[in-house]
Nanobody
Framework: VQLQASGGGLVQAGGSLRLSCSASGFTLDEYTIAWFRQVPGKEREGVSCSSSSDGSTYYADSVAGRFTISRNNAKNTVYLQMNNLNPDDTARYYC?????????????????????WGQGTLVTVSS
């Protein structure tokens, strides 16, 4: 069971990137998938989540309206479209998967709820 995050890179402020989270060994549509990010020296922060149980999506206040999480079940991939990026978005981004059905509205950004993690992809936004 593996998750692979990709799509990071260097972008200027105001630009866009699309991150991808692909899975091997399991079917992503059976899992709740979240994106987290982390800056060295800081705690990991929940960015967005796509619930497997009812299709609900959740966003951190800092990215709401700029980021969009989506799924392509045929490709077994979850995406994070990031628009209007700013330097505060600079971080390593991780995707995570959870199989249990939980009250995701209240716990989606708790990293301990997730069973599998990708290796992360670095996003750098220059000013």
């Amino acid at each position: 069971v593996q998750l692979q995050a990709s799509g990071g890179g260097l972008v200027q402020a105001g630009g866009s990137l699309r991150l991808s989270c692909s899975a091997s060994g399991f079917t992503l549509d059976e899992y709740t998938i979240a994106w987290f990010r982390q800056v060295p020296g800081k705690e990991r922060e929940g960015v967005s989540c796509s619930s497997s149980s009812d299709g609900s999506t959740y966003y951190a206040d800092s990215v709401a309206g700029r980021f969009t999480i989506s799924r392509n079940n045929a490709k077994n991939t979850v995406y994070l479209q990031m628009n209007n990026l700013n330097p505060d978005d600079t971080a390593r981004y991780y995707c995570a998967a959870a199989q249990l059905i939980l009250p995701w509205a209240s716990v989606w950004n708790a990293d301990v709820k997730y069973d599998y993690w990708g290796q992360g992809t670095l996003v750098t936004v220059s000013s």
